[in-house]
T-cell receptor, first 113, second 114 residues
């Protein structure tokens, strides 16, 4: 079955530090990949997505992610985090049937000011 | 952007009662909506896929008689937790699929069964 793995359960950073959150997926075919963010008390929001083309995708709020097919990875990055980036981050992939999202377990990011 | 409204945000009920949760796409039509359950420190678990005008598709292990889903219009899907028990206490989240296969999420419903 398809799966998504997020390596980091909880990441703690100081403001201005660089961020990289790991995400690996299991399916080897054509993939549609997403990063969602859930700020405290808010609903899930789309950060960025990859369908095809340039493997380096840019999202909102300065986030970017790189699709590396050979590594089955779609890591999320941000050069300099802010306190307001404190949130839960979820990596997701569309299932093989193209009908539903499969989520990773999420990574909690805590940024101290 | 696309907005999905979920209601209520929080509900507390007695064991044995039924609870209905609504999910509405406010500014777009969604032929497909999804219902998830989120456990503490866990990812979102897909419960079922709701298709307008047809029966919902339930994931393995999800009791369809327990979690009734109705998707009567292009903007509304409802999840009814029937005869709720304490083990049904959880955070339930809906999403609606928009263009380009992007899902837009509701704010979730915290269900507490006493």
């Amino acid at each position: 079955a398809q799966s998504v793995s997020q390596h980091n359960h909880h990441v703690i950073l100081s403001e201005a530090a660089s961020l990289e959150l790991g995400c690996n997926y299991s399916y080897g075919g054509t993939v549609n990949l997403f990063w969602y963010v859930q700020y405290p008390g808010q609903h899930l929001q789309l950060l960025l997505k990859y369908f095809s083309g340039d493997p380096l995708v840019k999202g909102i709020k300065g986030f970017e992610a790189e699709f590396i097919k050979s590594k089955f990875s779609f890591n999320l990055r941000k050069p300099s985090v802010q306190w307001s980036d404190t949130a839960e981050y979820f990596c997701a992939v569309i299932n093989q049937a193209g009908t539903a999202l499969i989520f990773g377990k999420g990574t909690t990011l805590s940024v101290s000011s | 952007g696309a907005v999905v409204s979920q209601h209520p945000s929080r509900v507390i009920c007695k064991s044995g009662t039924s609870v209905k949760i609504e999910c509405r796409s406010l500014d777009f039509q969604a032929t497909t909506m999804f219902w998830y359950r989120q456990f503490p420190k866990k990812s979102l678990m897909l419960m079922a896929t709701s298709n307008e005008g047809s029966k919902a598709t339930y994931e393995q292990g999800v009791e369809k008689d327990k979690f009734l889903i109705n998707h009567a219009s292009l903007t509304l899907s409802t999840l009814t937790v029937t005869s709720a028990h304490p083990e049904d206490s959880s955070f339930y989240i809906c999403s609606a699929r928009g263009s380009k296969n992007i899902q837009y999420f509701g704010a979730g419903t915290r269900l507490s069964v006493l």
